[in-house]
């Protein structure tokens, strides 16, 4: 079932928000609002395994104020995509000794052709 606050596109020439929604510490239930956060874009299928995109590598992700353990970072305008490409975006963010990570495929197309 996809995440309804994450998009399954990039758009292409624009700058894309990427979030980091609702980051739990599963043995305490508290959430975890002063980790560091980052995210990169990889091409192709392989995920994390595949190639990073030139400058869309460990991009730093801020945390939201007052939300619950959500951050957010900008995929710039000015990273190169193909359209119709699938890419990986890859968010890892650690707090002490917890570290998780999200993954999911987009799509990168022009803004107006979809809306993700």
Known sequence: MADP???????????????FDGALNATSGAY????????SLYADNAGENGTVV???SAISMAYVAASNG???????????LTRDAWYWIVCTLT???????KRWAVQAVDEGIKAG
Do not use: E, W
């Open 5 to 19: 606050a994450r998009s399954n596109f990039v758009h292409i020439g624009c700058d894309n928000d990427v979030l």
């Open 32 to 39: 975890l609002n002063s980790a560091t956060c980052t995210f």
């Open 70 to 80: 959500d951050y957010s970072g900008v995929l710039q305008s000015t990273v190169s």
């Open 54 to 56: 030139t400058g869309a």
């Open 95 to 101: 707090q002490g000794n917890i570290v998780l990570v």
